[in-house]
């Protein structure tokens, strides 16, 4: 396969998985019709992901590998519990109070997190236009927000917000934190047990909070369940790091840009949720702020 070939390959698979990651809210925002809260259909999804990621996990075991030191294993659970325990907590928690497009709009901001913390851990330098990247994310994020307080019933869309960023900030912290140990055990196999310690962390949250009342749901939230595990959890989390492999991280962060307008789209059509304009605007910021932060920390070093 020549090199336009793959190049052409990673970009189709960084798309699918961007569009099948922008399916966790609409899937969770299905489920809560049901009456699940956030913690239960946060628990279905590790619960119906864990396997996959157990038996993939084995398979790499069953390759030459280098051995992963004490130290490492500490960090990798300490990660595992930041970038997927509790990001997807607060992830969760928040789309119970805001809407799918709303959630995957603030979930963008990352990359400016990301930003921050490198000036702050690694002291490098911030360049005035990612200053106007980030100003410009966060305008987007208000009109976005402005626009689910007009049209969005919800009482708690401040709460909501907070815990969409908090989900933000305990993403990139993870990023940031696990770029040299990604490249040191490798990618897959480091995903595969930080998810797989992340699930336990979530199913002993469940227990503790609801017993074992894990077999009294309606059917379709089980469905839903085993939806957003396959589609929008095991699926892309593969489909995007193989893209990762092709095409390189500068590249996945500009093609996985879609997430957002991807979300607006299948949320009108599955949650019958209002495309304002203010909304729209919001998301072609927020994707503006993001794609110059790519670009310009790619050149910089940053990201």
């Known amino acids: 396969m020549n090199s336009k070939s793959v190049f052409s390959k990673g970009i189709i698979l960084v798309f ?28 279905l999804r ?6 996959f990621y157990i038996i993939i996990l084995t398979r790499e075991y069953k390759k030459p590998l280098p051995r992963i030191i ?14 997927y325990y509790l990001a997807a907590l607060f992830d969760f928690l928040g789309l119970q109070y805001v809407s799918a497009s709303l959630e995957r709009n603030i979930i963008f901001t990352y990359p400016t997190f990301v930003l921050l913390m490198s000036r702050i851990f ?10 106007v990247a980030v100003l410009v994310c966060y305008t987007g994020i208000l009109l976005a927000f402005y626009s689910d307080k007009a049209a969005y019933a919800s009482h708690n869309l401040m709460r909501g917000t907070v815990f969409v960023l908090l ?6 912290l993870y990023l940031v934190k696990s770029d040299n140990l990604i490249k040191n055990i490798g990618t897959i196999r480091f995903t595969c ?13 469940y227990l503790v909070i609801h017993g ?3 077999f009294s749901f309606p059917y379709q939230v089980y469905l839903l369940g085993i939806g957003v595990a396959i589609i929008g959890t095991v699926l892309p989390s593969f489909l995007m790091t193989k893209g990762i492999e092709l095409i390189g991280s500068s590249n996945m962060a500009i093609i996985a840009s879609i997430g957002p307008l991807a979300t607006i789209f299948l949320s009108n059509i599955f949650l019958h949720e209002n495309l304002s304009f203010l909304h729209i605007a919001g998301t072609i910021l927020v994707l503006t702020g ?14």
């Open 290 to 303: 993001v794609l110059i932060i790519s670009v310009k920390g790619t050149k910089a070093e940053v990201l």
């Open 70 to 83: 004490k130290k490492d294993w500490i960090t990798i659970v300490t990660l595992g519990l930041i970038g």
């Open 167 to 172: 989900s933000s900030f305990t993403y990139a």
């Open 193 to 205: 047990i930080s998810m797989i310690v992340s699930g336990i962390a979530v199913l002993v949250h």
């Open 122 to 131: 690694f002291k490098r330098k911030i360049h005035a236009v990612q200053i």
């Open 212 to 214: 074992w009342n894990i």
């Open 16 to 43: 699918i998985g961007a569009v099948c990651f922008s399916t966790k809210g609409i899937f969770a925002k299905l489920a809560f019709q049901y009456g699940v809260d956030g913690l239960q259909i946060l628990m």
């Open 46 to 51: 590790m619960l119906f992901a864990l396997p």
